[in-house]
Structures are given as structure tokens and as C-alpha cells.
């Protein structure tokens, strides 16, 4: 890749990037702001009504904090589901090698962040592997679908119509369908549901929506099955973003070509210059030297 080229591209997805800030702040902020204030006003409330100090109802809110940034709620009435029974260690272990990493189960010991960096080190590779053979799979499928011909009489139109229903096909069965799932085992509306299965399949993982956190009897199948989804989408998925890389190589090609083009007319316009004035310096001492 030419280094104007990279350049314009670094640009643009900083550009890019500073756009999406700009409009993540104007969404969110607000709220932010609002939840601050409530929260404030709710603590400042509660101060006035016990005889609890400051300093007291503070440490006692870290505390809650701390639990709940490693997914534990424990009170009186009220005790979280295990996050590190055999299930959910291996569903950690999977978003780990997947790079899902969803951040609302992480490991508070030495000894538990130190066996992850090595495990996560050896196993993304296997996985990438891995999902690389289900793509390959679900390209030949999709390859063999689109050569096999249906109609003579209309093979432009074939042809067509099956570069809009492979796609889509895809996404309604790994994306749309496994949403009304997660919409109706989960209690989320579907909106949120899809939002899950998007920020998953594309290994963003914030962790603000994750599947199975409530202790059901049928978590374990459950838990199962969505691994088995994971990795067919994340083939899927991986598959359509390298599609879009694809197209974009081709744009940077494109800005290459013409890039070399310019600099290659550059060269012959700035050459053919350096011949007139060489040719016309030739010349010049002929005349001269005729004159004598």
C-alpha cells in the first residue's frame, strides 16, 4: 500500500472515529449526567434520614461496587447465581479465545489473570484456525448454491437475486432468529436482544447484555446451545467483514492506481522537460559552433 494512501486511510479512520465519539457523547451524556445527579440526590437522601456518616454509607457503597463489578449481589434477600461453577468458567473460558470478552466476569486473583493470558495466547490461534474451516464450509455451501442454475432464461437476474437471499438467509438464521430467542428467554425486548447478538458475533462484547446470568434449571443446555451459535456466527460474520475488507482493498487499490499514475505523469512530464532543455542546449552549441 502506497504511504499516501495509508495516510488518507488513517485519516479517514480517524475522522471516522472522532465522529462516532462526538455522537456517543451527544447520546449519552445526558444520561450520564442524569443518573449522576439521581444518584447524589438518592445518597444525600438517605444520609438525612439515618444516623449512617458519610464516610460510613461511602465505604459501604465501594464495597457494593467491588461485588458487583465481579458479578456478585449478595443481601439479605437477595444472592447472585455462581459465576465460577463449571458452566460459566467455561463460557468465561470461550469468550475468552473467541476475544468476545463481554467484561461482567473477570478473574479478581493473580493466579486466575496470569493461567487466562496463557490460555487466551494459545487458544485465539486454534480458534481462529477453527472458525477459518467454518468459513471455508459455509463458502463452499454458499458457492455451490450460487452455480447451481435455476432458470436459463434468466441467469443475470439468477444470479442477482441470489447475491440478496445468501446474505440475508445468513442473518435471519444466526442473527434474527437467535434474537427472538434471547428477546424471550431473557426477558429483553428485541431490540436489546439483537443488539446482544450484534455486539457478539462481531467479538465487541461491551458485557452490558449477557445470556444466562439468571441460575435456571436450564442453563447448562442453555449456555451449550449459544456456544454452538457463537461459533457458526463468528464464522458467518468473520466471513461477511472479510467481504467488506475485500471491498475496501479494492478502493485503496483503486487510490493506489491512480496515485501511481499521477507521480508516473509527474515523472514523464518532469523527463520530457529535462529532454527539451538538453535537446535545446544541444542545439544551441551547433548553432555556435556553425557561427564560428
Known amino acids: 500500500m502506497k504511504k499516501l494512501t495509508l495516510f488518507l486511510l488513517g485519516l479517514g479512520i480517524a ?19 442524569d443518573t449522576k445527579t439521581t444518584s447524589r440526590s438518592t445518597f444525600t ?17 465501594k464495597a457494593v461496587i467491588t461485588a458487583y463489578d465481579q458479578g456478585i449481589i449478595a443481601t439479605e434477600q437477595t444472592d447472585s447465581a455462581s459465576l465460577w461453577d463449571y458452566v460459566n468458567s467455561v463460557f468465561f473460558s470461550m469468550t475468552a479465545v473467541t476475544t468476545i470478552g463481554y467484561g461482567n466476569q473477570t478473574p479478581a486473583t493473580s493466579g486466575g489473570r ?28 454458499t458457492k455451490s448454491f450460487q452455480e447451481k442454475q435455476f432458470s436459463k432464461n434468466h441467469e443475470v437476474a ?21 434474537a427472538a430467542i434471547f428477546s424471550a428467554v431473557e426477558d429483553w425486548n428485541y431490540g436489546e436482544a439483537l443488539y446482544y447478538c450484534l455486539i457478539t458475533l462481531t467479538t465487541i462484547g461491551f458485557g452490558d447484555f449477557v445470556i444466562g446470568t439468571q441460575d435456571a434449571t436450564y442453563r447448562l443446555a442453555y449456555r451449550l446451545l449459544t456456544l454452538i451459535w457463537i461459533m457458526l456466527g463468528l464464522a458467518y460474520v468473520a466471513a461477511l467483514i472479510s467481504q467488506a475488507q475485500a471491498m475496501y482493498t479494492q478502493v485503496t487499490d483503486k487510490i493506489d492506481t491512480k496515485v501511481q499514475k499521477d507521480d508516473d505523469k509527474k515523472t514523464n512530464h518532469e523527463g520530457s522537460k529535462t529532454k527539451i532543455v538538453a535537446a535545446n542546449g544541444e542545439e544551441g552549441k551547433r548553432t555556435g559552433i556553425t557561427e564560428l
Open 45 to 61: 437522601n438517605f444520609l438525612a434520614q439515618t444516623c449512617v456518616s458519610s464516610a460510613e454509607l461511602e465505604t459501604f457503597v
Open 114 to 141: 496470569a493461567f487466562i493470558v496463557v490460555f487466551a495466547l494459545i487458544g485465539i490461534p486454534l480458534v481462529a484456525v477453527f472458525l477459518s474451516g467454518i468459513g471455508d464450509k459455509i463458502a463452499g455451501l
Open 158 to 178: 439468477e444470479h442477482r437475486l441470489k447475491a440478496v437471499i445468501i446474505p440475508i438467509t445468513g442473518l435471519v438464521i444466526l442473527l434474527f432468529v437467535p
Open 15 to 33: 475522522v471516522y472515529v472522532l465522529i462516532g465519539g462526538a455522537v456517543m457523547m451527544a447520546l449519552e451524556s445526558s444520561n450520564e449526567s
